[in-house]
């Protein structure tokens, strides 16, 4: 079985390889304006679209002026979002008749949505009508990808443009990237999952008599159309609260493969549209390659962490104590932690298995892929970005190391820079942990946790990592419906966000300024010693920052069950 899967993950990751570079060089392509084989259908949209909503799309706006058109929209969204989840109980197709959602967890959806976590801490199918899925969630699963993907291309221009304040149009890209990348992934992947089985409705929900005798509830809706926008634009909010575990979303092994491909597919794109961008493809290459390196190794980990569980489960008789409880018997143990390592890689909170079932050491692979940034290969445009505050911060390092004036692709690094970088890098990291330890010290924290031992600190730790990474995925022990909760990680993720799309907005409206220095003057960024420096430090840093956390949680769990010991 092991060399079956090996043989798959190795077939998927190339495939990956190769489609993420096709489809970089045709990113490349729509944000420069260039025509593609698409543009004779979607131009005419693309105008049409400019001139309904006021658009002038030969405006080049500056950093400020971009980042005061992120904000409005994503603060318009959050308000129309929030209204929407308050009112959905008086407003169209709600077949089954919820009411509003409370006060405290519509302030959480909203937020979660808009910024591209879809952390859901209650049952989807349980509480929102259609309306609010198609109009609230699924709208926002494309905008709020594309208003990433926006931000990174305007972070790319730094580098493309010189001695110029302007970073490109934010409508502009925010609308290229939905229709000429979003949509049309989108709607393959919906034919796709729907001819495997998944479901795309709006019956009421199917009331049925169990063997038992007892009243089961099968919930309906227009599933598939969610499903794909979530995978592609790494959002991961499930249309039902089992996600990709549920046989509605990901009804085959199949899916399962498919989506994990599309999780993985448009993040891991941006380097290669970067590298086209700025004329030099092997600097993509470079930043690909780190990513990847970063992917397999947590990737081996995790696999090897499942192959090898509980002790007391090998006693039992169950081969190397693998551990089944909390994973869908249709995927297994290996496509289980491959689908884990891949969302919480990217910023999905797509789960096909139940991460508080997973072992101890899985656990802290997929809380470092969150608290590094999401990086590898993080979220549509913002994995990118983060990925360019390591590279930059490489770059500086390095510079100070062989004396030279820090630079990065023929742009010099300078005090403002590494301000705002540095700021960018730390800021999430301090935030996750300071809100874990409120919520470690105080009742209104503790009273949620479904298991008050080691496990239960890595609940809480990996809910706020989840938060303010913007990957919205959990362990589900922690009751998180609460109104503590539901306000704090609303603001973890709301500032992770915002950490995050300001600095990388500055920063480029800094460089943009800037002239490209002579080649020869350069560190090389695209050889194997700066990938390799770049990978450390990521680690390094990731490391001094969570070490003391995730020993007092996962490590000593680990090192009970090892021990036989039960709690």
Known sequence: MLGTWLFQIVTLLFLLTACAFFLGEYM??????????????????????????????????????????????????????????????????????????????????????????????????????????????????????????????????????????????????????????????????????????????????????????????IAQGPAAPQIAIKQLGTSGGGFFAANSAHPYENPTPITDYVNILALLLIAAAFPFAFGALIKDRSQGWAIFIAMMLLFIIGLWFVIWSELHGNPLLTKLGIHNGVNMEGKEVRFGPLASAFFANSATATSAGAASSSYDSLMPLTGIVLIFNMAIGEVIFGGVGSGFIGMMFYVMLTMFLIGLMIGRSPEVYGKKLEAYEMIMIVSALFLPCALQLILSAIAVSISAGTSSLGNPTFHGLSEVIYAYASGVGNNGSAFAGLKADTPFYNLTIAFAMLAGYLITIIPALAVAGSITQKNSSPLATRFPTNRPLFILVLVGIIFIIGALTFFPALVLGPVVEHLYILSGKTF
């Not at 959905?88 to 910024?115: E, G, H, M, Y």
């Not at 989807?124 to 208003?147: D, I, K, P």
């Not at 149009?169 to 939905?178: H, K, Q």
């Open 28 to 217: 490349a392509k729509v944000f420069s304006g260039e025509r593609t084989f698409i543009s004779p259908i979607l131009a005419p949209v693309e105008n049409f679209l400019y001139k309904l909503f006021g658009i002038d799309p030969n405006e080049d706006m500056n950093w400020k002026t971009f980042a005061m058109n992120v904000i409005f929209f994503i603060f318009v969204g959050m308000i129309a979002l929030f209204f929407l989840l308050r009112m959905q109980d008086s407003l169209p197709l709600n077949l089954n008749n919820f009411k509003a959602i409370r006060w405290d967890a519509a302030i959480n959806a909203a937020i979660s949505f808009v910024t591209n976590s879809d952390w859901q801490p209650y049952k989807s199918e349980a509480v929102m009508s259609y309306l609010t899925r198609m109009l609230g969630m699924g709208l926002q699963n494309f905008l709020s990808a594309a208003t990433g993907m926006a931000v990174a291309v305007a972070l790319i221009n730094a580098f493309v443009r010189k001695n110029t304040p302007g970073i490109g149009n934010f409508w502009v890209y925010l609308t290229r990237s939905i229709i000429y990348v979003l949509l049309p992934l989108s709607i393959v992947l919906s034919l796709f999952l729907v001819s495997q089985g998944s479901i795309a409705n709006l019956n009421p929900y199917v009331h049925i008599k169990t063997l038992e005798g007892k009243e089961q509830i």
